[in-house]
DNA sequence: CCAAAAAGCTAAAGGCATTAGCCGAAGGTG
DNA sequence: CACCTTCGGCTAATGCCTTTAGCTTTTTGG
């Protein structure tokens, strides 16, 4: 091996914090080169080319997200860990919001395997509600899109009203531990109050 | 006045029209100008930069999500209502993917009032509901959020399981319904899930 | 000690945004 | 009708960024 400065690992280090200090629009080769100490063509020796840092970058995210999220459901159940999860899931868009602004859908091939153990999370906690698998998958998107949603737009500041966020959150919170509960196969609650 | 032939308006036309078929990321300023026929710096008699045009194009898109939303709720109220606005709302998605990948919340001052437009809209639906003004904004950030969350998802494509989109939808769709005529004033539930 | 591979460098091409300054056409005015 | 102002387009030029090509240096294993 020669000078072990550098690696795909460090240089994803680099642009995440690149993306944290600047924002995803400032991620960018020669950005990430000078942190690095570098000249930007000798980062080809470690990344395809930016598409790839980027994707690259969404999984390290994906995977940190994951890990935040899988920890914080340790030993709780149902309604109890969905609460952990959502929180969890928004605390860190909440710390990284360029960060989370700058994660990815788009799937490549290591981005859905992260994906891929964050929804087995998801799906392992929806399985408390003793969904059927196929329930469980929808009630997972649905989870998914409404903490994902909140998520980008708190973190692109799209809340403008003095109205407090965090209140507006455990609301989300509420409604989707009921509409989960309501999920259960069992006896249906009679009202439209609290757990319908 | 000179030749008639582009003006803001047209050159937005323009950039839906790349952004429908290449995507949110071939909007570029030369891309718009070939298709105008004239030369790129051309354009900034027209729009100040690319930033703005960006702008102008989020704009465009919030006006038409607050047309078919707003269509859509026309004569309906409650559980009704927040239906036909999450049909509407997704289906704009679903037909424009690509416009709706291009949409940014970051509010500049013009796109904040086609915001506020589907902001009114929202939150007029959610009066239906009886919950006082303040209740309704966080309500209205919840179902911002799920519908949202769920329209970029499947936008960009990161519902990779065979299940139908569609049944996922309806279930997000009857969560929400049912958390919003939970926070109905009235007789509120015994257990500890409701006002928790 | 030597050779090969790893990792860096410089040079260069090509794309895009943006600025500056020029020119011709349209329209109103006397 | 002639004029002149303004508008909208053009070319030239700059600078940043990505990416490729080919060279050089360092490291390391034998």
């Keep these: 091996m020669a000078r072990a400065a550098l690696s795909a690992d460090v240089v994803v280090d680099l642009a995440l914090q690149v993306v944290d200090e600047l924002g995803p ?9 000078d942190r690095a100490g570098v000249a930007a063509p000798s ?23 994951a890990d935040r999220v899988g920890e914080a459901v340790l030993g709780r159940s149902a309604d109890d860990a969905v609460r952990a999860l959502m929180t969890a899931w928004r605390r860190y868009a909440q710390r990284h919001p360029h960060r989370y ?20 999370i998801l799906s392992a906690t929806l399985r408390a509600y003793g969904m059927d698998d196929s329930a469980v998958v929808h009630a997972a998107r649905c989870l998914r899109a409404a903490v ?8 692109e ?3 403008g ?3 407090q966020p965090d209140e507006s959150y455990d609301l989300l919170i509420r409604m989707m531990a009921a509409g989960l509960s309501a999920l259960r196969p ?11």
Tied chains: 1, 2.
């Design 25 to 33: 629009a400032a991620l960018t080769l020669s950005a990430v080169a």
């Design 43 to 65: 980062l080809y020796k470690h990344v395809r080319n930016l598409a790839e840092l980027r994707g690259l970058v969404s999984t390290r995210i994906t995977d940190e997200i």
């Design 101 to 120: 602004s700058a994660l990815v859908q788009t799937s490549g091939p290591r981005t859905s395997e992260a994906g891929a153990r964050l929804l087995g």
């Design 148 to 155: 994902h949603g909140f998520a980008v737009l708190e973190a």
């Design 157 to 159: 500041n799209a809340f």
């Design 161 to 163: 009203l003095p109205e």
């Design 186 to 196: 069992g006896p249906p609650p009679a009202t439209g109050g609290g757990d319908g």
